[in-house]
């Protein structure tokens, strides 16, 4: 009771009291409490919030070298892209130029061919006149020899006759 009263009497009077020993166990216990959170709660979240910390890091600088990969890959298939373009420009230009290569041969070829069915035709032809020429010396012969026996009306010897056929064929190639 005394201790009761004593309570009771120290609320009747006023707040002019303070008790420092209880205010020294609640900063002791405060203290306690501050330590144990530090190491049971603050530490382990600390750890946690570090480690999130480290693996957004991480995945920034993955998002960023996956950028810069996908960057070099487009560059690399922009390249490709480029050579593949000059490459297919460079085919086309060189079937142009066999083309114009080969038309040009073939150009020469038909006029190779052309200039010598030309002259197969030049040299048939002066076949033929040889040989129209030779037959028509032939009758030429035959028929001075006919015309020139009736003429003289005597027979001719067989020198004779050659002789004067080879001079009429002298005389007849000299005309022409």
Known sequence: M?????VLGTAAEGVTHINYGDMFFQLIVFIVLLALLKKFAWGPL?????????HI???????EESRLEAKKLLEEQRNLLKEARNEAQS??????KQGDIQREEIIATARGEA????????VEIEQQKEKAVGAIREQVA?????IASKVIEKNLSAE??????NDYIKEAGELQ
């Open 142 to 146: 035959h028929l001075s020899v006919l």
């Open 160 to 165: 004779d006759q050659d002789k004067l056929i």
């Open 91 to 96: 085919l086309i230009e060189n079937a142009r």
């Open 2 to 6: 005394l201790l009761s009263s004593l």
């Open 57 to 63: 890091a991480n995945e920034i600088n993955a998002a």
């Open 115 to 122: 200039e010598r069915l030309k002259e197969a035709a030049k």
């Open 46 to 54: 600390m750890g946690i919030l570090k480690q999130r910390e480290e």
